[in-house]
């Protein structure tokens, strides 16, 4: 009898386990077959009663639990295990409840739990005066308290930071949902939020429908606006957001999200819309799509396109001058590689003309780089590109170009390293509408056949010593190729973004793209300098020139490379910790070294104060309102002021003669164990059409385990 009896002491503790595990919201499922080990100071059973007793120190022990109690008794007449007495149970989470009293029903699943706290794993607190277990689901807690905060060291009587009481709490496991009635949210034992009813799911949901925590502002464009999100978990695989957006000035907009992911791929679509007060219906549409056909191929489309220039702007969703769309499919195989693509354009500027936003259809290319020969080394490699560029008003071209290069890397007897290369270019174009100066416009077939050859050397010598090694390394890049190569009738659409710096300066071909070659011989020339230290700091320095026989007016006056000396190009990397960094990148004229284009960037600091600086300075590189001169200055820091609080600060300014600044923000943010709060300020400068200078405030709350709450005002 005692035996049988004892099996019922040990169902007793999971049930035990699974009260106090849904008290907190843990579905963890326990065995029963498990072998249990028991111990108490004495074992009493009650012929006539029909109760057995177990009584001091009581501890059982089954499948990772281990339970603890002064008495725990079994009356098999009323078929009911019961507790008594410092009850604990230590669950294999981590998890500790306590309690004073557990009455259970034979069957383990109605029970009645008294004064039951819960120290879970993560330190979060739970209490509760009382507490049903009814049917092995539903259980209902009395007079409950919740906190994830740690108890004052100086005061552990006191409040915590903040906490949860409700009058009623109950968990349904299968609907893996915890309701509260009456709950009061305090902040330091001061009520400051009713909530007369609220649901959230349990712990072990990972994602559920329902509305998210909605967010309040007031913008000077919008006026007072609220954003109410609701999330749509349409399975495991996909799931939406719809987010409707109130303003006092401009009405309602709506925002829609959908996101699918499988096994070969993903798609995500972020799509708005709205009438505003001038009855213009606005909205966007940005989608990205990656989907696998098989190990070599996979195929992609992004699609980004607003209904006008400043509504991304204006609405916040975005800060983008263009967008571009594209369709594509790729395919790797070993040293090959194949696809096909086409792009739209369209441009957000004032001055973009959408009659000269080019559709790409198709843009193809194939590149191929063989395997080294054994001995020799040398390798063959072959470029394939095509590409069809229309616009309803301006210049269309059609091009098919080929590219063929042989290469042969050397290493010579005093460890000089040379590689010699010979390339053939052809490409071959139909172009209407193409503008060749003096006004005047040609149509038909043009081309060319470009043949180059360079033979690249460079020798790096080491020194080691006590501490660091040091690198010095030469490098001379010699080029022959036939002047020219550029006919007027070649329309130049994809290699216009050119700048000479240290990054292209032993480059065969310093454009970016096909439309343009880079003729003439040439002699690229420059010195690398290394110190490493072996504590992980060190220092970089490169600089560089380039020696062409003719002046080339391919490039422009501003560019540095039309005369026979280009300008000086390098930079300085100086890295003495992993906690602070130096760059600076430059191109300074060959006439009186005044810098052309240079580049800053600083970065360093502990978490008492961290500063980051970029500056950038570049003279007017052509014609056009994109290549004017640019001078801006970006800046940042942080500062931990103590274990909890952090303080930041930032600042962008253009410093041309006619800019200001851009943008400002400072911040400041609280974080401990339990409850996160940010203040940040934001003033904005821009300004395009119906955009205007705005200032927003950002006031974030973080419960732990609760969520956040934001509140922008402008």
């Given at each position: 009898?005692?035996?049988?009896?004892?099996?019922?002491?040990?169902?007793?503790?999971?049930?035990?386990?699974?009260?106090?595990?849904?008290?907190?919201?843990?579905?963890?499922?326990?065995?029963?077959?498990?072998?249990?080990?028991?111990?108490?100071?004495?074992?009493?059973?009650?012929?006539?009663?029909?109760?057995?007793?177990?009584?001091?120190?009581?501890?059982?022990?089954?499948?990772?639990?281990?339970?603890?109690?002064?008495?725990?008794?079994?009356?098999?007449?009323?078929?009911?295990?019961?507790?008594?007495?410092?009850?604990?149970?230590?669950?294999?989470?981590?998890?500790?409840?306590?309690?004073?009293?557990?009455e259970l029903s034979g069957d383990l699943k109605t029970g009645v739990v008294t004064e039951i706290r819960i120290l879970m794993e993560d330190n979060s607190r739970f209490a509760a005066r009382g507490g049903r277990r009814t049917d092995g689901n539903l259980t209902e807690l009395k007079r409950a308290v919740y906190s994830p905060c740690e108890l004052c060291k100086n005061d552990p009587e006191g409040a915590p930071l903040w906490q949860i009481r409700a009058a009623e709490v109950n968990h349904d496991q299968k609907e893996q949902t915890i309701e509260y009635y009456d709950a009061v949210m305090e902040f330091y034992g001061i009520p400051f939020l009713y909530l007369p009813y609220f649901q959230h799911p349990d712990p072990t949901v990972k994602r559920r429908?329902?509305?998210?925590?909605?967010?309040?502002?007031?913008?000077?464009?919008?006026?007072?606006?609220?954003?109410?999100?609701?999330?749509?978990?349409?399975?495991?695989?996909?799931?939406?957001?719809?987010?409707?957006?109130?303003?006092?000035?401009?009405?309602?907009?709506?925002?829609?999200?959908?996101?699918?992911?499988?096994?070969?791929?993903?798609?995500?679509?972020?799509?708005?819309?709205?009438?505003?007060?001038?009855?213009?219906?606005?909205?966007?549409?940005?989608?990205?799509?990656?989907?696998?056909?098989?190990?070599?191929?996979?195929?992609?489309?992004?699609?980004?396109?607003?209904?006008?220039?400043?509504?991304?702007?204006?609405?916040?969703?975005?800060?983008?001058?263009?967008?571009?769309?594209?369709?594509?499919?790729?395919?790797?195989?070993?040293?090959?590689?194949?696809?096909?693509?086409?792009?739209?354009?369209?441009?957000?500027?004032?001055?973009?003309?959408?009659?000269?936003?080019?559709?790409?259809?198709?843009?193809?290319?194939?590149?191929?780089?063989?395997?080294?020969?054994?001995?020799?080394?040398?390798?063959?490699?072959?470029?394939?590109?095509?590409?069809?560029?229309?616009?309803?008003?301006?210049?269309?071209?059609?091009?098919?170009?080929?590219?063929?290069?042989?290469?042969?890397?050397?290493?010579?007897?005093?460890?000089?390293?040379?590689?010699?290369?010979?390339?053939?270019?052809?490409?071959?174009?139909?172009?209407?509408?193409?503008?060749?100066?003096?006004?005047?416009?040609?149509?038909?077939?043009?081309?060319?056949?470009?043949?180059?050859?360079?033979?690249?050397?460079?020798?790096?010598?080491?020194?080691?010593?006590?501490?660091?090694?040091?690198?010095?390394?030469?490098?001379?890049?010699?080029?022959?190729?036939?002047?020219?190569?550029?006919?007027?009738?070649?329309?130049?659409?994809?290699?216009?973004?050119?700048?000479?710096?240290?990054?292209?300066?032993?480059?065969?071909?310093?454009?970016?793209?096909?439309?343009?070659?880079?003729?003439?011989?040439?002699?690229?020339?420059?010195?690398?300098?290394?110190?490493?230290?072996?504590?992980?700091?060190?220092?970089?320095?490169?600089?560089?020139?380039?020696?062409?026989?003719?002046?080339?007016?391919?490039?422009?006056?501003?560019?540095?490379?039309?005369?026979?000396?280009?300008?000086?190009?390098?930079?300085?990397?100086?890295?003495?910790?992993?906690?602070?960094?130096?760059?600076?990148?430059?191109?300074?004229?060959?006439?009186?070294?005044?810098?052309?284009?240079?580049?800053?960037?600083?970065?360093?600091?502990?978490?008492?104060?961290?500063?980051?600086?970029?500056?950038?300075?570049?003279?007017?590189?052509?014609?056009?309102?994109?290549?004017?001169?640019?001078?801006?200055?970006?800046?940042?820091?942080?500062?931990?002021?103590?274990?909890?609080?952090?303080?930041?600060?930032?600042?962008?300014?253009?410093?041309?003669?006619?800019?200001?600044?851009?943008?400002?923000?400072?911040?400041?943010?609280?974080?401990?164990?339990?409850?996160?709060?940010?203040?940040?300020?934001?003033?904005?400068?821009?300004?395009?059409?119906?955009?205007n200078a705005d200032d927003t405030f950002m006031l974030r709350f973080l419960f732990k385990n609760l969520g956040e709450v934001g509140s922008p005002v402008g």
């Open positions: 009898m005692i035996g049988k009896s004892l099996l019922w002491l040990t169902l007793a503790a999971f049930l035990v386990s699974l009260t106090g595990t849904a008290a907190h919201a843990q579905n963890q499922p326990s065995s029963t077959t498990d072998p249990a080990v028991f111990s108490a100071d004495e074992v009493l059973y009650d012929d006539q009663l029909e109760i057995v007793t177990a009584r001091g120190n009581v501890e059982i022990v089954q499948g990772g639990r281990t339970l603890l109690a002064d008495l725990i008794s079994y009356d098999r007449k009323q078929d009911i295990v019961t507790a008594f007495g410092n009850i604990s149970l230590l669950e294999p989470s981590g998890d500790v409840i306590f309690a004073e009293k557990v429908s329902g509305f998210l925590a909605p967010t309040f502002g007031n913008n000077s464009d919008l006026g007072f606006f609220t954003q109410t999100p609701y999330f749509w978990n349409i399975n495991e695989h996909e799931d939406a957001t719809f987010t409707p957006i109130i303003t006092s000035q401009e009405g309602a907009a709506g925002l829609a999200e959908y996101r699918w992911r499988g096994m070969k791929g993903r798609f995500d679509i972020e799509t708005s819309i709205t009438e505003d007060s001038n009855d213009d219906v606005r909205g966007h549409i940005f989608s990205e799509s990656r989907f696998d056909i098989d190990d070599t191929w996979r195929w992609g489309l992004d699609v980004q396109r607003s209904t006008d220039d400043t509504y991304l702007d204006r609405y916040q969703l975005s800060g983008e001058d263009d967008l571009t769309s594209r369709a594509y499919v790729e395919g790797f195989s070993g040293r090959r590689y194949a696809s096909a693509s086409a792009y739209a354009y369209q441009g957000l500027r004032e001055d973009d003309d959408p009659g000269e936003a080019p559709l790409v259809l198709p843009f193809a290319q194939y590149d191929f780089v063989g395997e080294p020969t054994e001995g020799s080394g040398r390798y063959f490699t072959f470029n394939a590109n095509t590409q069809v560029l229309q616009r309803s008003d301006g210049t269309d071209s059609r091009r098919m170009s080929l590219k063929g290069g042989w290469n042969m890397p050397y290493t010579g007897p005093m460890g000089d390293e040379v590689v010699v290369s010979a390339t053939v270019q052809s490409d071959l174009y139909h172009v209407n509408d193409v503008n060749v100066g003096n006004g005047r416009t040609e149509n038909g077939f043009t081309g060319r056949v470009f043949p180059q050859a360079s033979v690249n050397w460079s020798w790096p010598l080491v020194r080691d010593q006590q501490g660091a090694h040091q690198i010095v390394k030469p490098m001379v890049s010699a080029v022959v190729a036939p002047y020219g190569g550029n006919p007027s009738d070649i329309p130049n659409e994809d290699s216009q973004n050119f700048e000479f710096d240290d990054t292209n300066l032993f480059s065969a071909n310093r454009f970016t793209g096909y439309d343009r070659v880079e003729g003439g011989p040439r002699l690229n020339y420059g010195m690398n300098w290394g110190w490493y230290g072996n504590g992980g700091g060190r220092t970089e320095v490169l600089v560089g020139q380039s020696f062409r026989v003719k002046e080339d007016d391919t490039f422009t006056q501003e560019s540095g490379l039309q005369q026979h000396f280009s300008d000086l190009v390098g930079r300085v990397e100086v890295a003495p910790t992993n906690s602070l960094s130096f760059l600076y990148r430059f191109r300074l004229s060959k006439e009186n070294l005044e810098p052309q284009r240079q580049e800053i960037g600083f970065s360093g600091g502990e978490r008492a104060l961290s500063i980051g600086l970029n500056y950038i300075q570049v003279e007017r590189q052509g014609s056009g309102d994109e290549f004017d001169a640019r001078e801006e200055i970006s800046l940042n820091g942080q500062s931990q002021l103590s274990k909890h609080w952090i303080a930041r600060a930032d600042g962008r300014r253009d410093l041309t003669s006619d800019g200001g600044w851009l943008r400002i923000g400072a911040g400041l943010s609280y974080e401990d164990e339990c409850f996160g709060f940010s203040l940040d300020y934001v003033r904005s400068f821009t300004r395009d059409r119906d955009v």
